[in-house]
């Protein structure tokens, strides 16, 4: 059996007459006090533990742990990630809204209106972020907006800018054209270490609030919507992050997968 529920695992104890009398309620009680849950499971890439990594993601959360330090010295910590290829999706008829004992019903099935590339940054030491909607998750298209994304910030004394390793943020334009910016310093993520990036926190955390029940009948309706909810969340949401995996967790975490 490859996957066990509390009813399957009762079953096979009372047939082996490890327990005659086990019932699935005892089994998962017992479960809950081991804190064991083997009806679930999940993906995991395992990245590279060598000293490329350490370095690469000891930079980063040198910037974390000095996030609101730095930003007291005319310095700033801006994370920027991506969600590519949003489905711009038009129900096939009108959402019910709630009612008073109904809750809220929307038409399973769909008509595709395009897909949209957002791009978001976040200021580490305010919480705060902005938004640009890409017509093409691409290095052209990125180089695009990075002199507005980096704007507000022309007169810091430095920027350290950090995303991942993805295509167009490594390709020899990209880096060619943050050349430019003197006072820019770009940090990579390690591979598959992309979880690194405060900005996968922001984007799950905007999407949960702005791109779930969408109803579109134009791609610009869905751009336009995007435009004008990163401002709001700045409002009403914006936060820094509690970051608990600091340089000394990191060691630990190094040390013991090594092993």
Not at 163 to 188: E, K, N, P
Not at 214 to 243: C, I, M, Q
Request: with cysteine; glycine share 4%; charged share 25%.
């Amino acid at each position: 059996m490859t996957q066990w529920s509390t009813r399957s695992l009762a079953r096979v104890a009372r047939e082996r007459g490890i327990a005659p009398t086990l019932s699935h309620s005892t089994v998962a009680l017992i479960l809950h006090h081991a804190e064991l849950q083997p009806h679930r499971s999940r993906y995991w890439k395992t990245p590279t533990l060598d000293e490329h990594f350490r370095q690469k993601a000891a930079a980063v959360l040198w910037c974390y742990e000095r996030a609101q330090a730095l930003a007291e010295h005319g310095e700033v910590v801006l994370c920027v990630d991506e969600k590519p290829n949003i489905q711009v999706l038009e129900r096939r008829c009108p959402t019910r809204p709630v009612l008073p004992g109904l809750i809220e019903r929307r038409e399973f099935e769909y008509v595709r209106r395009g897909t949209v590339n957002f791009l978001a940054s976040l200021l580490v030491h305010a919480g705060t972020m902005r938004g640009w909607c890409l017509e093409k998750n691409d290095g052209a298209c990125l180089r695009e907006v990075l002199p507005q994304l980096l704007h507000p910030y022309r007169d810091a004394r430095r920027v350290h800018l950090i995303w991942d390793g993805g295509s167009s943020h490594v390709a020899q334009d990209t880096r060619d054209f943050l050349g430019r910016y003197r006072h820019v310093r770009v940090l990579v993520t390690p591979p598959h270490a992309s979880w690194l990036n405060q900005a996968e926190l922001l984007l799950r955390a905007f999407s949960a609030r702005y791109l779930q029940r969408g109803d579109w009948k134009r791609r610009s309706d869905f751009v336009a919507h995007l435009d004008a909810s990163w401002p709001e969340y700045n409002r009403l949401y914006a936060h820094p992050f509690t970051w608990l995996w600091t340089r000394a967790k990191m060691r630990d975490w190094f040390e013991r997968h090594r092993r």
